[in-house]
């Protein structure tokens, strides 16, 4: 890489850095340099700036630094690339600079003992991922040889995830041997174990102030109204619904025949078919004549009709 190119990066200022997309990369070897992080990194992108903190006497770096990339996807996509990758034999830590993790630690550490020496902190992080979010895993090593020492430790971001982790995987094998789980102990503490009551309601309390919930008890929360108990009512099958009182009376359909006034019969629908008119057909019924008419005596009796003409059809009464 020419020196030109290199400067810029160099002499980029800190305070002028995008930090969503900087990454921040431990667990570096003492041969590591500006040069080698930059050539590594540029693969997942653009790179902006490389800056590996060092003793201002000896010069030498304290084991980590950070890479800004041209923006954010690149940063996200080093981080999946390149976390747990090994440099000179040892696995690096990648992840966002923007993640204080001071502020994410609850004092949820795991003891994980009975380490085979195949046992790296990538493989360890894809074991204890299934219970919750790790921010970070470690195997205790010899300085010297770099060889495991058979343990490590597991941090996860809450007490409901490491509990989980230690009732599922106590006992449990990994590269054919069966691990101790259990809650690391505290520095500079005389056997005193994380997960205690008192890291617990601190953790709680840190996680409300991050979610915004309220702290206290749950009764002096704000609760939203309750819906009203019961089904809604039903109207009744078939019945129209009730007209709202003093409401005028509904109009009828466009066509309907006009409604008669309250008391009075309704009239006949229109379409009903017309009286018949003229001599009924032959084979139906004849009224009786009225008195005096032909066929019936002064007082209304019936006498015998006279007998037709000749030649003149049948007449059937």
């Not at 060092?54 to 981080?79: C, L, P, S, W």
Request: with cysteine; net charge neutral; glycine share 8%.
């Amino acid at each position: 890489m020419n020196n030109t190119l290199m400067n810029t990066i160099l002499l980029h200022p800190l305070f002028e850095r995008n930090q969503e997309a900087t990454v921040y990369v431990g667990k570096l070897d003492s041969k590591v340099n500006e040069e080698l992080l930059w050539e590594l990194f540029i693969q997942c992108g653009p790179v902006m700036n490389v800056h590996i903190p060092r003793d201002k006497i000896t010069n030498e770096h304290q084991n980590y630094g950070f890479v800004e990339f041209k923006n954010e996807e690149d940063a996200d996509y080093a981080i999946k690339i390149m976390h747990m990758i090994r440099l000179f034999g040892k696995p690096i830590h990648v992840n966002k600079a923007s993640q204080d993790k001071r502020t994410q630690e609850v004092g949820a550490n795991l003891f994980v003992g009975n380490l085979t020496p195949e046992v790296d902190e990538k493989s360890l992080k894809d074991v204890f991922s299934s219970f919750g979010i790790v921010l970070s895993t470690r195997i205790m090593r010899d300085p010297e040889t770099g060889i495991s020492k058979g343990y490590g430790f597991v941090n996860y971001d809450n007490f409901e995830s490491a509990d989980m982790a230690i009732n599922t995987m106590n006992g449990q094998y990994i590269s054919g041997q069966p691990v101790d789980v259990s809650y690391a102990y505290k520095r500079d503490t005389k056997g005193e174990r994380h997960g205690s009551t008192a890291e617990r309601i601190i953790a709680s309390k840190k996680a409300n102030a991050t979610s915004g919930i309220p702290s206290g008890n749950s009764e002096d929360r704000k609760r939203p109204p309750m819906p009203p108990s019961g089904p809604p009512p039903m109207p009744s099958r078939g019945a129209p619904p009730m007209p709202p009182s003093g409401a005028p009376p509904p109009m009828p359909p466009t066509g309907a025949p006009p409604m008669p006034p309250s008391g009075m019969p309704p009239m006949p629908p229109s379409s009903a078919p017309p009286a018949p008119s003229g001599p009924p057909p032959m084979g139906m019924y004849h009224p009786m004549p009225p008195p005096g008419a032909p066929g019936r005596g002064p007082s209304g009796d019936r006498r015998a009709a006279p007998p037709p003409p000749p030649g003149a059809p049948p007449s059937y009464y």
